[in-house]
């Protein structure tokens, strides 16, 4: 029997986290090094990434940082061959950059919907495409953790949110996720997801100051926002040993918001 410590032991792994210059993916970045993993950060500002560079470095974190634009395919790619070359392979893959915008359905800009589209599920789609063709598939071992969102699982309550683009992008993140993990699980590959409630970041200040702290806070059954540790448990178990028998699931990390 293993030590059940040794479960979410990330000692020899390397993950690529996109997004991960702050916000979510710098939590989940945290985790991932603190378990002893060795990491390439994605993002598109070369400043924020060596900001955040540097402070996994402090804490002894092994980090590498890569300044690019998820949206872009040709970029993506170059990024998949950089994080591969960098790591020697890519263990972990961590999808977390992703955008929202806010209109009316019914005057939602077709370039901004193209603009959520693009990050949030088809930048996402080549990448994992890209890691798991060169380094998963081959070696017969991968973690994808996609960071959807309490947004696709469900609609906007009325008078609150106006998100149409990204409610159906994060929707499809969780059934690409689904489907994703039957078919890469023949390969010994998990494809899991992160479903995040209201946590407060850059892209949620203005929403949360819009509709109140208190007032979603409120609304949870733990009557709390997200914090800066409420992700972290969940992506180590994504990413570790002790989830090698968990595969194509949404776990909600929201207070309990989507079970009411």
Same mark, same amino acid.
């Given at each position: ?53 540097? *402070? ?21 790619? *170059? ?32 370039? !901004? ?104 806070? !409120? ?42």
């Amino acid at each position: 029997m293993t030590d059940t410590h040794k479960l979410f032991d990330l000692s020899g792994r390397t993950a690529l986290v996109t997004g991960g210059s702050r916000g979510l993916g710098l939590q989940i970045a945290q985790a991932l090094g603190d378990f002893g993993a060795r990491l390439v950060l994605s993002a598109r500002k070369a400043a924020e990434l060596e900001q955040a560079q540097a *402070t996994l470095r402090a804490r002894g974190i092994e980090v590498e940082v890569v300044a690019s634009d998820a949206s872009d395919a040709v970029a993506i790619e *170059t990024l998949a061959r950089t994080a591969i070359a960098t790591l020697g392979h890519v263990d972990i893959l961590v999808n977390n950059a992703g955008a929202s915008w806010g209109a009316p359905a019914e005057d939602h800009p077709i370039d !901004a919907w193209d603009k959520v589209f693009n990050l949030n599920m088809r930048g996402m789609f080549v990448l994992t495409q890209a890691i798991g063709k060169h380094s998963m598939i081959p070696r017969r071992y991968g973690r994808v953790i996609n960071v959807a969102s309490i947004a696709g699982l469900r609609g906007n309550p009325p008078g609150s949110m106006q998100t149409i683009a990204y409610n159906s992008s994060k929707g499809a993140v969780v059934n690409f996720t689904r489907t994703l993990a039957g078919e890469w699980g023949v390969h010994g590959i998990t494809v899991n997801a992160l479903a995040p409630g209201f946590f407060p970041s850059k892209m949620t200040k203005g929403l949360i100051d819009h509709l109140g702290a208190d007032k979603l806070a !409120a609304s949870a059954p733990l009557r709390r926002l997200g914090d800066d540790d409420d992700l972290k448990g969940a992506a180590v178990l994504f990413a570790s040993t002790a989830g090698k028998h968990i595969t194509g699931q949404i776990l909600a990390v929201d207070g309990g918001v989507s079970a009411v």
